[in-house]
């Protein structure tokens, strides 16, 4: 069953202000995206949204022109990954870009298992060289598991899980200071663990990409 998260302390107004701002956000087009996210969510820190790299990628987001600018060529790495990784699920959000790795896009994992397949790490190697082409960004990797057997265990492979999509990286060449990792175990279940399918769909890594420092100074240098 879901775990159900709640989220204490934020005033109606603030409510009521995302979410208007959010259906904005749905109805305008991938760069417009970057530009306004800043503006409607800028006040929330990363992770105040379910903890996950969405919330991190809104917190992230500085909006105006400068948002603008990182939104184009966030449009252009989303794309890459997209075509070089066909099965995983790449979201835009914000500025940056959300990666699902799960069990269609090949970069998936067994049961009880931090192993990378050989079809994993062929599809790693293409986001490799994509993040390697683009350099000024930090990646944020997730961890997660099913929710079959012990709790505090499966935090422990949800670590190991992401850690080895941390190795794979670093071996092709993306720089280690790049990296942040959380694990989080069976607390952030996409679907349903009342299935084999669902379960294995869980089984999963996510990647958040967002501009680091120097591309948000050279963003803000563009639009001085």
């Known amino acids: ?73 966030m449009d252009k790495q989303a794309d890459k990954i997209e075509e070089a990784v066909p099965g995983a699920e790449v979201k835009r959000v914000g500025e940056g870009i959300q990666i699902i790795f799960d069990d269609k896009s090949g970069v998936n994992f067994a049961f009880d298992s931090a192993d990378l397949t050989p079809e994993a790490k062929k599809n790693l190697d293409a986001v490799a060289e994509i993040f390697i082409e683009f350099p000024d960004t930090e990646l944020m990797i997730e961890g997660h598991t099913d929710s079959v057997g012990d709790e505090n265990y499966n935090m422990k492979l949800s670590q190991r899980r992401a850690n080895s999509v941390v190795a794979y990286l670093k071996a092709k060449g993306v720089a280690a200071n790049r990296f942040k990792v959380e694990a989080f175990g069976e607390t952030r279940p996409r679907f349903e663990n009342d299935t084999k399918e669902n379960q294995a769909k869980n089984r999963r890594v996510e990647i958040g990409v967002a501009a680091n420092e120097q591309m948000i100074e050279d963003a803000k240098a563009q639009t001085e």
């Open 1 to 73: 069953m879901l775990k159900q998260i709640k989220i204490y302390g934020l005033s109606l107004a603030v409510i009521l202000s995302l979410n208007m701002s959010c259906t904005a956000i749905q109805n305008s087009n991938k760069t417009q995206r970057g530009a306004g996210i800043g503006v409607a969510a800028g006040a929330l820190v990363g992770g105040l949204i379910g903890g996950n790299i969405g919330g991190a990628l809104i917190g992230a987001a500085i909006g105006g022109a400068a948002g603008a600018v990182i939104g184009k060529q």
